[in-house]
């Protein structure tokens, strides 16, 4: 079964940091992009950041530059996202979803493939 789970997610104060990880089974994420998107109530889905491991490009939101880092660890088939300097703004649920490899970060989401169920990120003091 193809599957991304994203887990870190969790309360946190104005300010601070998390770090959310997707890991992937049944396939391998070496080839692949692997995006995170966010949702928060009330709201349409953003995408946040995104990252093409065949190439090692990364994209950013404007929202998130200078604050959010995509990574992958190939050997463990996981992507973080480092998120730091956190805003109440930045409260959503996050979920990561594949791309294909022949495909780009600037694919529309619904290109993206095996969602995961998502990790709620909660920004309050």
């Known amino acids: 079964q193809l599957q991304l789970v994203e887990s870190g997610g969790g309360l946190v104060q104005p300010g601070g940091s998390l770090r959310l990880s997707c890991v992937a089974s049944?396939?391998?994420?070496?080839?692949?992009?692997i995006g995170w998107f966010r949702q928060a109530p009330g709201k349409e889905r953003e995408g946040v950041a995104c990252i093409r491991n065949s190439d090692g490009s990364t994209n950013y939101a404007d929202s998130v530059k200078g604050r959010f880092t995509v990574s992958s660890d190939n050997a463990k088939n996981t992507v973080y996202l480092q998120m730091s300097s956190l805003k109440p703004e930045d409260t959503a649920v996050y979920y990561c979803a594949a791309l294909s490899p022949n495909l780009y970060c600037s694919s529309p989401p619904s290109w993206f493939r095996y969602w995961g169920q998502g990790t709620q990120v909660t920004v309050s003091s």
């Open positions: 049944g396939f391998t994420l070496e080839s692949y992009g």
